[in-house]
């Protein structure tokens, strides 16, 4: 076989493969577009926020507001928006945040939190030091319970 004819070939192939679909990858959900929660801070006023994280579990989605933001060493205020895939508030669960350091273990805390309404739910949450934190979001509704697990950072006052 000519050398042309054999490069040709090898050439044809290449370019055959370069444009074969290879294997389909599903592409993840969209979450759907939601404005800014509106965030009541310690002193009670409302603010504007957005949100430090957001995920997927199942049907529901959930995003995560901290006051402050980034979350400090003390008292802080964790909201969380819950909807599920069609955008559509979850009014009637009970929410809670298991918080922990992921580094070193501070015991057992749980926080329950408030339904605000229109799928809003908060809570005043405490944090003893700075470093690497995890809060689970604990969704309880229609006898089912969902876990979302938010990593984050905690800052020096």
């Not at 895939?85 to 057992?108: E, L, P, R, V, Y």
Request: glycine letters at 8%.
């Amino acid at each position: 076989m000519p050398l042309k004819l054999f490069l040709g070939l090898v050439m044809i192939a290449l370019t055959a493969c370069a444009m074969s679909p290879g294997n389909s990858v599903a592409l993840p959900t969209p979450i759907p577009t939601f404005t800014p929660a509106l965030l009541i801070t310690p002193d009670q006023n409302v603010t504007q926020a957005a949100p430090m994280d957001s995920k997927q579990s199942g049907d529901l989605f959930v995003w995560i507001y901290s006051n402050p933001n980034p979350p400090i060493q003390g008292g802080n205020i964790f909201e969380v928006v819950v909807a599920d895939a069609n955008g559509q508030a979850i009014t009637d669960a009970k929410i809670s945040f298991d918080i922990d350091m992921t580094n070193m273990s501070h015991g057992k805390n749980v926080v329950e939190a408030t339904s605000m309404g229109e799928g809003h739910y908060n809570g005043k949450v405490a944090f003893l030091m700075p470093g690497p934190w995890r809060i689970l979001v604990v969704i309880e509704r229609s006898g089912q319970t969902s876990t979302i697990r938010f990593d984050f950072k905690v800052t020096s006052k």
